[in-house]
């Protein structure tokens, strides 16, 4: 479920539970909270890589060598197949934030920019540097209007930027929709698209540093010194070359695709999760959710003997990059592998490959809407049914694919205390409400779907005031079902 929460939503409750303390103390001092706190909302947008409304990815991560160039405000027939040859000539490539107007009227530019293997991302529909003070329906139709001109040339832009910059509440809402992420610059030199163009490079070079996203602009100055532009935009890619910094793909600097080739629209969670692949097992066991994954692993281990070893064919729902995947495919028949992200499966498939594993069937999807092709010996998950809208409703399909006296085993999140402020966060990352589940409910759920439970337990940071974040289910589908045990009868009858 969208939800998209930000540090503004938790300044803003602040703001308002000081306010109501200092009511009884002082009502003229209880406004002071409020004004600070709608001071921030008129300031913060103006600062291009503050994530106050919605994460904004403004440079690479820490330790990033390189930089990324990007042109916005653009195509333009005078200037963008001239910086293209000019970036042909230096065998690099860069990131062009188009518009979508311009790409309707200059069509065989985006060609050109595709043709070239650079990238192409949406810049809004009209390029209004108004548009953060317009309403949610005038923001959906600039972002979803842009999407819709540049899907003509076979691609899906994931990325986007602002004009100018500047962001507003109810952007990352819109974007969600649209299957997209913000992304803003760290390295600009103030041109005002081109208008200023005198000493663009040096500016540039004197504070660029390895992880920037550079800022420039494909649109011609106002005073046609085009040659004077491209005078600039070369000593630039020449002074960064002469101080070792190396220009690379946007997508690679930031570790997210940001154009994909024609498509639907990607899921929230399929764009979150195929952002974090590439350093997802490390932010597992080596970051604040370490806890939570280790004791998954360690309930896993024992439950290895007794639930998979020997066993068929095993479901396993969100498998990601394979965490628990290549072990489950050493003790049983075959294992096929659901997740909704293809950049983590293809680093499944890759350590599969790597450790002689031939068993797991990669299946890419969303399995509330995927063919389930049963039967299955047991059917596992692993912290993934909190995405899932119709829990209850996979449940009862996934009985239909269950072999008799067949399991199903899932760690999934527990109704708590403590788990609330997980959900917080992961609102706030992820713009999701992860759902989870009390003990009561998930038993109910089961039997609703024709699984008798076995073994639901809490666990982690179990206390008097917290029963536990996590949930250990494990089911058994009957060996004859209700429903063919009626027929049986009717048959004897």
């Known amino acids: 479920m969208i939800c998209p929460l930000s540090p503004a939503h938790l300044v803003a409750l602040t703001a308002f539970q000081i306010a109501a303390v200092l009511l009884f103390i002082d009502p003229v001092w209880a406004a002071l909270p409020l004004a ?3 001071l921030l909302c008129l300031l913060t947008p103006f600062f291009p890589r503050l994530s106050f409304f919605l994460p904004i990815v403004s440079r690479g991560p820490k330790g990033t060598r390189g930089v990324a160039l990007t042109f916005d405000d653009g195509p333009d027939p005078l200037v963008t197949p001239k910086v293209l040859e000019l970036l042909r000539q230096h065998g690099i490539s860069a990131t062009f934030f188009v518009t979508g107007r311009r790409a309707e009227l200059y069509p065989e530019l985006i060609e050109a920019i595709l043709a070239a293997g650079h990238s192409v991302a949406n810049h809004s ?5 108004f548009l953060m003070l317009k309403g949610t329906g005038t923001l959906r139709h600039e972002v979803a209007g842009a999407q819709q001109v540049l899907r003509r040339f076979g691609i899906q832009p994931l990325a986007f930027r602002p004009p100018v910059g500047i962001t507003n509440s109810r952007l990352w809402r819109v974007l969600l929709e649209n299957g997209m992420f913000c992304v803003n610059f760290s390295c600009r030199a103030g041109d005002m698209g081109n208008r200023r163009i005198g000493g663009l490079a040096g500016k540039i070079l004197a504070r660029v540093k390895p992880g920037d996203i550079v800022l420039l602009h494909d649109v011609a100055p106002p005073k046609g010194d085009l040659a004077q532009l491209l005078g600039e935009f070369s000593q630039l890619i020449e002074g960064m070359k002469s101080r070792g910094l190396e220009i690379v793909p946007l997508a690679r600097l930031i570790g997210r695709e940001v154009m994909q080739r024609e498509g639907a629209s990607p899921d929230p969670a399929e764009l979150f999760y195929d952002g974090l692949a590439a350093g997802y097992d490390d932010e597992q066991f080596h970051s604040n959710v370490s806890m939570s994954r280790t004791m998954e692993q360690q309930l896993f281990g024992a439950r290895v003997p007794t639930l998979f070893s020997g066993r068929g ?4 729902i969100g498998a990601g990059t394979g965490i628990f995947t290549l072990e489950i495919a050493r003790n049983c028949a075959e294992v096929v592998a659901v997740d909704i992200s293809g950049k983590m499966l293809q680093l499944l498939e890759h350590k599969a490959r790597a450790q002689g594993i031939g068993n797991v069937r990669i299946v890419k999807g969303n399995v509330e809407e995927l063919s389930l092709t ?4 047991v059917v596992c998950a692993f912290s993934a049914l909190e995405y899932l809208t119709d829990l209850p409703g996979l449940l009862k399909r996934l009985s239909a694919e269950v072999e008799p006296g067949g399991t199903i085993y899932f760690i999934t999140a527990r109704t708590s205390f403590f788990r609330l402020f997980t959900q917080i966060g992961n609102a706030m990352r992820q ?11 998930m038993e ?4 609703d779907a024709g699984f008798e439970p076995v073994s639901v337990t809490s666990h ?3 206390c008097v005031i917290n029963g536990g974040m996590l949930l250990e289910v494990v089911a058994r589908k009957p060996e004859t079902s209700g429903a063919a045990v009626a027929a049986a009868a009717e048959g004897a009858a």
């Open 460 to 462: 982690l940071l179990k």
């Open 36 to 38: 600070l706190f709608i």
């Open 374 to 377: 049963g039967p299955y010996s």
């Open 431 to 441: 713009g999701m409400w992860l759902q989870s589940r009390s003990r009561a409910r």
């Open 444 to 447: 109910r759920m089961l039997r």
């Open 125 to 129: 529909l009209n390029h209004d540097p």
């Open 313 to 316: 064919r095993v479901l396993e």
